[in-house]
């Protein structure tokens, strides 16, 4: 067995060998799919190592991958789910009914529809504010609030938080912070190094990165938070399976220099749709127009793939992402392809029309997922639709 990388390591070491050793039978230094749903308990009521008697508790491939995101996150734990929905559905499943709860406004679709749909139903309040403000945060706090949700960069409108300040705001009041980490990665963000409690993704995004999984994953500092989410798993059955935690490992070993390109394409494609005079506005936080500009350069080490623009009508929407050829015209994001959806119509078609409004969601807002393929096609692509 070979040694774990030091916590020291840098990144790209640890995203390599991070919770990952060679197979103790054979060596294979890939590790192994276990596609068991049972094992075999040596003696009645003693499954091996303490775990293993059924695969909705336990399953040594999605160990591994639990702790491969543990220690990219900075945090001890690390919790699988079978989607990004389902790990925040366990965040939210610890509370009570008559909890209050302080979320970002401009979240995903599918997360405010499992806020307003299914937990508003269940006697959970949710109170929406823009958590870039971080006064607005403090405000909407109750004596009843116990969880803080954010995101940061938000979907789609790349607004940024301050993650340090928000945690400072949501521990005095006796809440727990939890970010959704899936716009900016591991990579970019590290939500638990700035106070955060919980740093959650979508893993079908960028940290697979590969458009080929359905994936949710969930990092903690505290030991017991961590219990009580494994907990909701296994009487929920929220699992994903062990071919879908094989190739999000496989994904994550890449993870870092997929990154670097996706930061690069991103800033790139921003400057040139910034630039062009049939675009009306550009949202991305790695150009030093973006209100938050200087916060995402100190929380964040870069600013991701996804630029969001508004090119004033939905005519124009349509017409930019149904004739693009490079740019496929599909929801998701995070992927190593390039990717373009009309959030109104699309990621976001089951937010009511007057909070899409007020969320900034206009009918001509295009988000773009910008891929690794070579920049000058991308921007070829762009130039040669809209002209």
Not at 89 to 109: C, F, M, P, W
Not at 119 to 134: K, P
């Amino acid at each position: 067995m070979t040694e774990q990388p030091s916590p020291r390591s840098r990144f790209g070491t640890r995203a390599v060998h991070a919770g990952v050793t060679p197979e103790p039978v054979t060596g294979a230094i890939m590790t192994p799919i276990f596609q068991t749903s049972t094992y075999v308990q040596p003696a009645v009521g003693e499954p091996r190592g303490g775990t293993y008697d059924y695969g909705r508790t336990a399953n040594p491939t999605r160990e591994a991958l639990e702790a491969n995101i543990a220690e990219l996150e900075s945090g001890t734990r690390a919790v699988a789910f079978a989607s990004g929905l389902a790990a925040i559905e366990a965040i939210v499943k610890r509370l009570s009914a008559g909890d209050h709860v302080v979320s970002e406004q401009n979240t995903y679709g599918g997360t405010a529809r499992l806020f307003d749909k299914v937990f508003a139903r269940l006697g959970i309040d949710f109170t929406y504010v823009d958590s870039g403000d971080t006064e607005a945060v403090r405000a909407a706090l109750r004596p009843n609030t116990r969880l803080v949700h954010v995101e940061t960069p938000t979907n789609p409108m790349m607004r940024i938080c301050d993650i340090r300040a928000v945690a400072a705001v949501a521990h005095d009041a006796g809440a727990l912070l939890s970010v959704d980490n899936t716009f900016a990665s591991p990579y970019n963000q590290r939500p638990l190094e700035l106070g955060a409690d919980l740093s959650v993704h979508s893993a079908t995004k960028y940290i697979n990165g590969h458009s080929d999984v359905i994936h949710g994953i969930v990092a903690v500092r505290d030991e017991a938070l961590a219990e009580e989410l494994l907990f909701l798993r296994m009487s929920t059955g929220a699992v994903p399976g062990p071919m879908d935690c094989w190739l999000t490992l496989r994904g994550v070993k890449t993870l870092h220099v997929r990154m670097r390109q996706h930061n690069a394409n991103g800033l790139a494609v921003a400057r040139y749709l910034e630039a062009h005079p049939r675009v009306d506005r550009v949202y991305y936080p790695g150009l030093p127009g973006h209100p938050q500009h200087e916060l995402a350069a100190r929380q964040m080490d870069g600013f991701t793939g996804m630029v969001s623009v508004d090119v004033g009508t939905l005519e124009r929407a349509r017409s930019l992402t149904e004739h693009c050829r490079v740019f496929a015209l599909a929801e998701s994001l995070g992927g190593v392809e390039s990717l373009i959806s009309v959030p109104a119509l699309m990621t976001h078609a089951s937010v009511p029309e007057e909070r899409r409004a007020a969320m900034g969601i206009t009918p001509g807002l295009v988000r773009l997922s910008v891929g690794i393929e070579d920049e000058a096609d991308l921007l070829e692509d762009l130039e040669r639709v809209l002209g």
